[in-house]
């Protein structure tokens, strides 16, 4: 059974810090990662989506990439700012037509 | 339409009764996602809708949750004999295929006092 893990469960940093949240999960037979953010009280924002065949994508400041050999996944923020204050969720899915399975998230804060 | 809908927002109900949550997904995304999300944790897959696909339902923790999902497009997740512990916010989410990236909707809390 696929099982996702993130750590840290939560992360303070001052603002302006380059960081990286990790991902790893159990089964490294995946379809795609998908990273998100939620803010308090809010839905889930996709940030971004790695196909299997993929080792990165890109997003602005946002950069994910992904080692299905070893089972990893991270997400790396530059240049943090206090709007990034969020829960970053990291997920995949096993095959096309199943459900994503999520991790409990890493919880960041960043002050100015 | 632009985005996954969902409503209500926020729904408090007696214990015992029950409730109606629903989805309106992104217009031609064929899959569509029930999950639940408790305080303090992870998101947890209920059910998942592919096409005219029979629905996968084995996320659903009793017989007292089910959903349905009309001509392809809006879903409904019911809940009867709500229980405190049901007490969640209830995200619904979508995919252009069965491949696809999710879009989530704001999710509906729901509290049972």
């Known amino acids: 059974k696929q099982e996702v893990t993130q750590i840290p469960a939560a992360l303070s940093v001052p603002e302006g810090e380059n960081l990286v949240l990790n991902c790893s999960f159990t089964?490294?037979?995946?379809?795609?990662l998908q990273w998100f953010r939620q803010d308090p009280g809010k839905g889930l924002t996709s940030l971004l989506l790695i196909q299997s065949s993929q080792r990165e994508q890109t997003s602005g400041r946002l950069n994910a990439s992904l080692d299905k050999s070893s089972g990893r996944s991270t997400l790396y923020i530059a240049a943090s700012q206090p709007g990034d204050s969020a829960t970053y969720l990291c997920a995949v899915r096993d095959q096309a037509g199943t459900a994503l399975i999520f991790g409990k998230g890493t919880t960041l804060s960043v002050s100015s | 339409g632009a985005g996954v809908s969902q409503s209500p927002s926020n729904k408090v109900t007696e214990k015992g009764k029950d409730v109606e949550l629903r989805c309106d997904p992104i217009?031609?995304?064929?899959?569509l996602y029930w999950y639940r999300q408790s305080l303090g944790q992870g998101l947890e897959f209920l059910i998942y809708?592919?096409?005219?696909?029979?629905?996968?339902k084995s996320g659903l923790p009793s017989d007292r949750f089910s959903a349905e999902r009309t001509g392809g497009s809006v879903s409904t997740l019911t809940i009867q004999r709500t229980q405190q512990e049901d007490s969640a916010v209830y995200l619904c989410?979508?995919?252009?295929?069965?491949?696809?990236?999710?879009?989530f909707g704001s999710g509906t809390r729901l509290t049972v006092v």
């Open positions: 217009s031609g995304h064929t899959a």
């Open positions: 989410a979508s995919s252009l295929d069965r491949g696809g990236g999710y879009t």
């Open positions: 089964d490294s037979a995946i379809y795609n």
């Open positions: 809708f592919q096409g005219n696909s029979a629905p996968d």
